[in-house]
């Protein structure tokens, strides 16, 4: 759906560099800025807000997420959306989007600062010529060159360090099991993959650019710690929360580690008596990995983009819960969507009981141009919709909702194109599937089609009143429908009918307006009638 930019409002709650707002304002929004204002106006800013833009600072809980009825969009102008609930924010339809590379090259650089300072003690010599000495006692380093880094999470920040180190000299290897998964192997000429084990055993430097999860929480535990190799440094410019900080403390007390960097830790600020603040071993910086002019104007122009295309367009770029597409993708697919909502639509009304499984296949050309994803939540939601769901399913949602009602949903068999360019069919079926009901469609002319509903192969426009019965197949069963319809003033357009077996029938008559109760009741009474009910596509 395209909204204009007077009608959406956009809250700005963490700071965002000047050419951020300045591209909303291009774009023709006005963001709200609300960065140290008062609880009373930060809320009465949520409970209107379309989108929020967020950095580290806010944590996008449940409870704010209450007080954002209207949200559409969580923008983290960053990578790491550990500070936003999304598991709350895809339970409630909002889509969450980060910036993922705008920070890439700054983040890696500010790594590489803290290996560079590290080896050399940089900020203790400094430390040391503030406080009047003038002498390098202790202060003995090591050289870089020769010697091995272990990156961990060969993402794009971890690719950007990787490559740097190399040209420092040093050997690098590196552990990342999603990448070992593609059986692609490494991507960077020179870096070898490693199990976590061997990396943190043979290197000299480690370097962590994971994101924070409940796998990676806690991964550089006491055992890991004390597995490193002896008098190996660690540094981590990824996540507090990765490492386990008392067990570092002890590590570097014993003497089995030389030092470590962190420019992040597990609780930010850390409170004034944190063991691993003031140590001479270990180099502290406040969360400054994006802390660059260039960084911080790359993820404000990206979130100003992305919010942007999202109100244009309904586009979700870099979303973490939601399928991404193309605005040209999604102008293609718009009268299908159409069609699948309205199938989606059929099949809630159609079903007496919940859903418990969803089948879905989507052939030919729309298939070919991607986006079934798409188009299968799009129908789920629908359906969900019809179910007992209010409006607020989307295709955010959906999956959380459906998996919460234990309706599952799946790729349904490969039947082909039954001759038409693209097709779709939908079965829906409750448990043990007792009740089953079927829907094929595609698109003529931008105008959605059913061309099979149930067993019965028709010609029907999805709009309007429609009557669905399941009856004996004999005649006069029309000539009645109608009969009664007229006498309750309703005007049938359009009746279709076929047999679907074992002497069965099942007729589809669009009419004029709703029958009201009586009405129903009459026509149930119909001696061929077995089952009639009324839909509103
Ligand atoms: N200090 C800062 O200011 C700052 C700035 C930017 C990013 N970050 C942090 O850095 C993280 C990485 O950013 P990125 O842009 O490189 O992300 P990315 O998604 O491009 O890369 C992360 C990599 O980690 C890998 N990975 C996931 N789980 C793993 C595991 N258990 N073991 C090993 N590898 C694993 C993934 O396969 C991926 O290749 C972010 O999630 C964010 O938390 C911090
Ligand atoms: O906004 C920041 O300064 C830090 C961002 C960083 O933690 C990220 O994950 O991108």
Redesign the pocket.
């Known amino acids: 759906m395209t909204r204009s930019p007077g009608e959406c409002r956009i809250v700005v709650c963490d700071e965002l560099h000047a050419d951020g707002i300045a591209r909303f304002t291009e774009l023709g929004y006005e963001p709200q800025v609300v960065v140290g204002a008062a609880p009373e106006v930060i809320h009465a800013a949520l409970a209107e807000a379309h989108a929020l833009v967020v950095r580290s600072a806010t944590k996008v809980t449940a409870e704010l997420l209450d007080r954002a009825p209207a949200l559409e969009v969580v923008c983290r102008a960053?990578?790491?959306v550990?500070n936003v609930d999304v598991a709350a924010a895809t339970e409630r339809g909002v889509v969450v989007m980060n910036t993922?590379t705008g920070?890439?090259v700054t983040?890696a650089e500010?790594a590489l600062a803290l290996l560079v300072s590290l080896a050399r003690n940089v900020p203790a010599g400094d430390r040391r010529v503030r406080s009047g000495q003038w002498n390098k006692k202790g202060l003995m380093g090591t050289e870089l060159s020769g010697k091995r880094l272990g990156v961990?999470?060969?993402?794009?920040?971890?690719r950007v360090a990787a490559e740097r180190a190399q040209g420092l000299g040093m050997e690098v290897i590196a552990?990342?099991?999603?990448?070992e998964k593609t059986g692609k192997g490494s991507p960077l000429h020179g870096v070898a993959l490693a199990s976590?084990d061997e990396l943190l055993q043979t290197c000299d430097f480690v370097t962590l650019?994971?994101?924070?999860?409940d796998?990676?929480r806690g991964?550089i535990s006491r055992e890991r710690l004390f597995a490193m190799k002896p008098g190996a440094r660690i540094i981590n410019?990824?996540?507090g929360g990765l490492i386990d900080e008392v067990a570092l403390v002890e590590a570097l007390d014993a003497g089995h580690l030389a030092g470590a960097a962190l420019?992040?830790l597990a609780q930010e600020p850390p409170g004034a008596d944190h063991p691993l603040v003031g140590r001479d071993d270990v180099i502290v910086t406040p969360?400054?990995?994006?802390s660059s002019h260039e960084a911080q104007r790359a993820v404000a122009l990206d979130s100003a983009d992305q919010i942007g295309a999202w109100f244009a367009d309904g586009v979700a770029n870099n979303a973490v819960n939601a399928p991404a597409g193309s605005p040209q993708l999604l102008r293609q697919l718009a009268p299908w969507i159409d069609l699948v909502e309205r199938m989606g639509s059929f099949l809630g009304q159609r079903a007496g009981e919940p859903i418990k499984k969803l089948e879905v296949t989507v052939h030919g050309k729309v298939a070919e141009a991607g986006g079934v994803e798409h188009l299968r939540l799009a129908l789920l939601a629908s359906l969900l919709r019809h179910q007992g769901f209010d409006a607020s399913v989307n295709v955010v949602n959906a999956p959380t909702l459906a998996a919460g009602r234990g309706l599952q949903v799946l790729e349904g068999e490969s039947e082909g194109s039954d001759g038409y360019t693209s097709l779709i069919r939908a079965r829906a079926s409750s448990r043990g599937g007792e009740e089953s009901h079927f829907v094929a469609g595609t698109v003529f002319g931008g105008q959605p089609r059913f061309v099979r509903v149930e067993g019965v192969y028709v010609d029907l426009a999805p709009q309007g009143h429609l009557l669905v019965t399941r009856h004996r197949d004999r005649p006069g069963v029309l000539g009645a429908l109608g009969t009664n319809l007229g006498a309750a003033g309703i005007n049938v357009h359009r009746a279709q009918l076929g047999a679907i077996g074992a002497g069965h029938a099942s007729a589809f008559l669009s009419i004029d307006r709703q029958p009201d109760d009586e009405v129903m009741a009459r026509l149930e009474e119909l001696e061929p009638i077995e089952e009639i009910s009324y839909l509103f596509l």
Not at 152 to 158: E, N, P, T
Not at 287 to 290: F, N, P, R, S, T
């Open positions: 960053g990578v790491g550990d993922p920070n890439t983040t500010l961990v999470g060969l993402g794009r920040i971890g552990h990342d099991p999603y990448l976590l650019h994971v994101p924070l999860t796998e990676t991964m410019a990824a996540r420019d992040v969360h400054l990995g994006a």
